[in-house]
């Protein structure tokens, strides 16, 4: 067994490890740590579905994904066994279906969140909301260095694929063909990152301070993906040049593991449930939309 | 500084938008050449309409209490603190008394003077 080999069956067990176990128990925890600290019965406003909602919620999340880490070791296995590998037959695109599949448990959080929100504005009856009379910019979350360090990033690996490409750069070809799609993600990004400085508050009763500290991390954690977009079509598209797409499956792998440590892992990291404001969800809480 | 509106209040949102902006020139909480945020961004903050953050915004832009710079976004004017302080709905209230105490006073009727009225804002908007 080559040492390709071993790193790429070593970063896809990793990849299997930190999504769909790591990341799952920690998010668990969290999800358990709120419903203990923060009981229905004191903060009410923060449940605004039937309790037993949540408690499924949870559970079909765990099973979910303990579904996905044992096909995960199955694929593994099947890669292993069957020494895929060696012949070549690894496309890259085993580590990123995977991927998509161990996407889905938060998926169904993100969209069980969402409904939650939605649920918290229909029964929610202010008659006062408040906002901050303060401008907000990009920098107010994000430091000017980091976003330059993704404009430059960004700007290089443009430049590196059409070097790659000899310059070849016309209507169908390869390189327009990248640079497209790779500048339709940053604008997938950036339409993300104005959805947030400047979109619909969607928990109602959450204070100014909190949503800013929500913000930084999204923003920063989008960032930090980029740069990792850029610099993961810069080596594709060496590999691709110099003939080793042997490195391809593991170099997806090893670059999915690096965007999911900047957004899920920045956001655990980063977020405390203590620092944030929750008494806002308690019912004798002011009548009031933060 | 806070904005706080109450959605159920007598006054209308844009009204008090307007009065709450003055108020906080008039007491130092905001001072001239301070940035204000964008009519998207205060609208959604405060779960309204854009046209209604628009419309405040404009009245204060006409009291010389604002001043947009084009892109580069609104700012407290340099004179707000002088123009916060004066009532222009106050002046109206007090110059249509004087008119109608003086038509009242010639004998023109309430129903006259409703209909003149209308007509002169019909012709005006014509």
Known sequence: MSVIEILFYTAFLSQIFLLSFYFPRKIQNRMTQVMTDYPPAEYPRLYPKPIDYYSNSHRAYRIINQVIFIIGLMILSALFVWDYMSDGLVSPMIPWAYFMVQMMPLLYLELSEFSCFKQMRKADLPTTRKAELIPRHLFDV????????????????????????????????????????????????????????????????????????????????????????????TITQAINRYDMDILEPLMMSLFLQFISLASIGERLQTLRIEEFDLEVYKNDAANQKP | MEIIIDIEGPQPLFSQLVEQIKSAVLSEEINPGDALPSIRQLANDLDLNNKTVAKAYRLLERDSVIQTKGYRGTYIHPDAKKNSAIDLNEWVLRKLSETIKALKGAGVTDSEIRNAFSTVMNNQKN
Do not use: E
Not at chain 1, 159 to 184: C, E, H, Q, R
Not at chain 1, 188 to 201: D, P, T
């Open chain 1, 142 to 233: 994000v430091s000017p260095t980091l976003f330059t360090g993704a404009v430059l990033a960004y700007i290089a690996a443009i430049i590196f694929v059409l070097y790659i490409n000899n310059f070849a750069f016309y209507w169908g070809s390869k390189a327009l063909l990248t640079i497209l799609i790779f500048t339709a993600g940053n604008l997938f990004f950036a339409g993300i990152i104005f959805w947030n400085l400047y979109g619909k508050k969607l928990d109602p009763y959450q204070t100014g301070k909190d949503r800013i500290k929500l913000m930084k991390v999204t923003v920063k954690s989008l960032i930090y993906v980029s740069i990792g977009v850029s610099i993961f079509i």
